[in-house]
């Protein structure tokens, strides 16, 4: 091999080092920042946090054991003269059920699952770009208002409405499966991030919480 050839080989071999290390350097970065700082995050790089959600996003708590998080999406149902009678289904949990039923054949339910993943970070990621919007203009209000008013600016987007049909849709598809009716009933969307805690010494996980409201719509008729 000539001396020529060496050196590039030599220079090709530490390019790629140092683009590997970079690359290292961002995920754990990225990884760090979305365990600590998650909701922060996504308000101030939405996008990068979205595509760290959908395609590196972690499910091991290796940083921050006490702070692992979890979503879930709820389809609401309640009577329209009758308000306080409701029904709840847990759409993820459903699917979740669903494929450990269907068991190997379950190519639909995970096909639903990655839909209703990716819709739900598209409309978290959204719905905190709004909130930082609002809160530059508003500031000083409580976060329940912020969350409010982001969720109706994200629902009358028209670019999200495609992500909200398809969440009402598997909603009503679980609805026809479990025979439940339709009649003079209204339903809502409601999406809950938790903090799972961590097992103790014993074995005993500890209580879980209540959860924060990200997302939620008014009641529609159906």
């Known amino acids: 091999m000539k ?25 754990w970065l990225m990884t760090i920042g979305m365990v600590f700082f998650g909701n922060k995050l996504s308000s101030i790089a ?28 709820n389809f609401i149902i309640r ?43 598209a409309i978290e990621t959204q719905v905190n770009q709004e909130i930082a919007k ?16 982001a969720s109706i600016t994200v629902i009358d987007n028209s670019m999200n409405q495609q992500h909200v049909e398809n969440i009402i849709s598997f909603g009503k598809e679980i609805m026809k499966i479990k025979k439940m009716d339709f009649v003079g009933k209204e339903y809502q969307l409601c999406m809950i991030g ?4 961590p097992v103790n010494s014993s074995g005993v996980p500890a209580a ?11 009641y529609k008729p159906f």
């Open 79 to 121: 009577e329209k003269d009758n308000p306080s009678v409701t029904d709840t289904i847990d759409l993820e949990r459903y699917l979740i059920a669903e494929k450990r039923k269907n068991a190997p054949f379950n190519n639909y339910q995970e096909a639903m699952e990655k839909i209703l993943f990716a819709t739900m970070n």
């Open 46 to 73: 939405p996008r990068q946090a979205f595509l760290y959600r959908t395609f590196f996003r972690q499910n091991w708590g290796f940083f921050a054991t006490g702070k692992m998080y979890n979503r879930q999406m």
């Open 208 to 218: 879980e919480s209540k959860g924060q409201i990200i997302f939620i719509s008014a």
């Open 3 to 27: 001396v020529s050839e060496v050196n590039l080989y030599n220079k090709v071999c530490k390019w790629l080092s140092l683009l590997v290390v970079l690359a290292g350097a961002s995920y």
């Open 194 to 197: 938790k903090f799972i805690p």
């Open 134 to 149: 609002i809160k530059k203009q508003s500031p000083g209000k409580s976060p329940h208002l912020y969350m409010q008013q």
